[in-house]
């Protein structure tokens, strides 16, 4: 029989004490249970005497996704507890710290990142987050680079290959970012303000064989092991420091996804100033800081995935071949652009919603702000697979806003 | 303590006869080992009283693939059967009927095809087999239509993904036919009388670039269940009877590749069919039959697997998407174009070769089969990702046959 069942608050505290060394003798632990209830039970423990705390995160094994609460596999702890460690020796100080995984429990003691905010909370509030693009973009060219066929033995990626395919997981994005917007699905949530623009992506052929293409990516494109949930609601900042969390999506797909999802969050924010600024100056500065955090992220990721591979390619006739680096990232900018553009429809017709959106109160400011989401992220669909330049996304956005 | 060991041919013959039924009463059995010793025994069991018959094969666990003994992992038996199984459901008729598997002896009992001969020595004897294009193409559009998201359950084809996660084999193709042919490798192997011709492929960047393109695909492109070895020598033949036979590496790869080993085996024959054929016009005809048969085998593949798709396409948005269907089956044929390309470029220069050419003991007949599929295979690299129609491919190998 498996020990497996949800902890209580008390049963969380004996584990926590039961930690090698972790608290000091004697320490008085009190639990709180941070988590949302639909996916997973998260415990925030702390010793009041010493200070020290740490989180403990445990699945469920059901998950609300779709309204209704349904089956999903525990072994996703395993996959993110695995993905955690893994990206925290390839990125260092990126990620929380695993303590400890127990596997009959589905349970990852990790480091607490109170003194953290969500990064979407600190974007809607204005705030700039200056070692963000260098931060993200170290995590993703290293968790991601060496990982690859590039930058890993050949045959040990096929090993991880195996040990992360996340079929329930998979699904889920598979059926609400690249499915549900694109048709009348009953997953679908919108605004009856924007009907006519949800329609109008039902019947739009030119962006469906886009996203037909895009989708054929994350479904068959094995190139590296991807956070496979890269939004700003799965980053823990301050001005000073950046945590990556969450990763239980993790699974071997295209690059482009993981920066895509960056590039879209920080687009969908920018769509939300028509709101969170206070005036126009105020709005088109802050917009300015997101464009250019754009243009950071892909640059600096392109010159360090480019210097990794320079320095520890593996791979002979793709480290050997002049121009093949230059189309490799080119084909990744251009898939990133795609993956960006079905990141930001979804957010404003599919299921799941991001508060920089929807959390404007205003009916007309809001109205305003989705259809410029939509009008970007379409727009990067339907350019994705000739995009040439991170500057042209940019110029689609500031375009598309100061209309 | 693991049960296996290499069967005597004695055991051999006491498993036979445990099979339930398969032999009469009091059969009276003899073996012969029938295997080339390298990877695996063959047995042959036949009862001399009844006539009837089968085939036990045996992995070993080494290879003596590089000139030297190297090990290799069992599995590939349980993975070589598990695909037989597999491609006798979804293609019945078109490949030997698995009788047992015995996982610790990793031995797979199977029906005798000696009625066949292996088409490649077929096709040197002269021999036109006018099934084959028809059966090959609904070979490869059963097997590969079913086993890729178009066509079952994505969720569940992850789970063969995993199943059929292929290290060792991979990695034979990837270095000898995605690396060795283009670098100078000790294990490539070619005539001193085309040392010019091979160093030309060591120097030529535009065409290590289409080779890395290549490479990539096969290393990250999930696409479905390959056969990943379709030569002409894994497919035994009468010219009523098609079977496939030895898919020890199958994995979850581009289409294209199995589709490009059969181009590439028969464009391989075309070469040789310098010496072969006994007179011009014996060798025009019959290289007219082998540009008629690729014509085929693409043309039917293409239709059948259209239809499969029409029929039992489960991803809503690839199945009802305008111009999709087309863009996916250009995009299959460009890829076995450049695989077929590179399959044929490493049997000339690199490691493993074929009788087709090989054996050709005119010397100048033999160099001059050698340069004509080289510059075949060389061509179709360069070209593929513009390819737009078989005739293409048909036009290079006769008008390069006819310079």
Redesign the interface.
């Known amino acids: 029989m498996s020990a497996y069942h949800p902890l209580s608050e008390q049963e969380a505290i004996q584990i926590a004490l039961s930690l090698d060394g972790y608290f000091p003798e004697g320490a008085s632990l009190t639990s709180r249970e941070i988590g949302d209830g639909n996916l997973n039970l998260v415990f925030h423990i702390v010793d009041s005497s010493s200070g020290k705390s740490l989180i403990m995160k445990q699945a469920l094994p059901y998950a609300k996704v779709v309204g209704e609460s349904w089956p999903l596999t525990l072994d996703r702890a395993r996959i993110e507890s695995d993905k955690l460690i893994l990206e925290g020796e390839l990125a260092p100080g990126l990620v929380p710290n695993v303590y400890k995984y127990d596997p009959e429990l589905y349970l990852t003691i990790m480091e607490d990142l109170s003194d953290h905010i969500i990064m979407r909370q600190g974007l809607i509030g204005g705030t700039r987050y200056p070692k963000f693009a260098d931060d993200i973009s170290t995590f993703m060219a290293r968790t991601l680079f060496f990982t690859s ?1 590039l930058g890993m033995n ?3 990626k ?2 991880r ?2 040990a992360f ?4 997981l ?2 889920i994005t ?1 059926d609400l970012i ?2 549900d917007p ?2 009348n699905s009953p997953n679908n949530s919108f605004d009856p303000a924007i009907q006519d623009a949800a329609e109008a992506l039902w019947q739009d ?1 030119q962006l ?2 886009e ?3 895009l ?2 990516k994350f ?5 590296a092991l991807l956070h496979g949930d890269l939004h700003t609601g799965s980053v823990f900042v301050t001005p000073e420091s950046t945590k990556v969390i969450d990763p239980e999506f993790a699974y071997y797909g295209p690059i482009g996804f993981d920066i895509g999802a960056v590039i879209a969050n920080l687009l969908l924010n920018f769509a939300g100033q028509e709101h969170w600024s206070t005036d126009t100056e105020t709005r088109n500065d802050f917009r300015r800081y997101l464009t250019d955090s754009v243009r950071d992220v892909w640059n600096l990721f392109d010159q360090k995935f480019r210097a990794l591979w320079d320095e520890h390619g593996l ?4 480290s ?5 680096q230059d ?2 990232m080119n084909r990744l900018l251009q898939d990133a652009v795609g993956f960006a553009g079905c990141k930001i429809v979804r957010r404003i017709v599919g299921l799941s919603h991001v508060i920089d959106v929807d959390r404007i109160p205003d009916a007309a400011a809001k109205e305003k702000a989705q259809r410029l989401a939509l009008a970007i992220g379409t727009s990067l669909i339907r350019n994705n697979r000739n995009t040439q330049s991170i500057e042209e996304i940019i110029d689609v956005a500031l375009s598309l806003a100061n209309k």
């Open positions: 066929d050949q045959q040990e096929k090993q290959v195996k395919i996340n079929p329930e998979c699904k598979e690249f499915d694109y048709t052929s469906h064989f996203v037909a293409i989708r054929d479904l068959t494109n094995a190139q791979d002979r006739i793709a050997s071949t002049p121009g093949y189309y490799y």
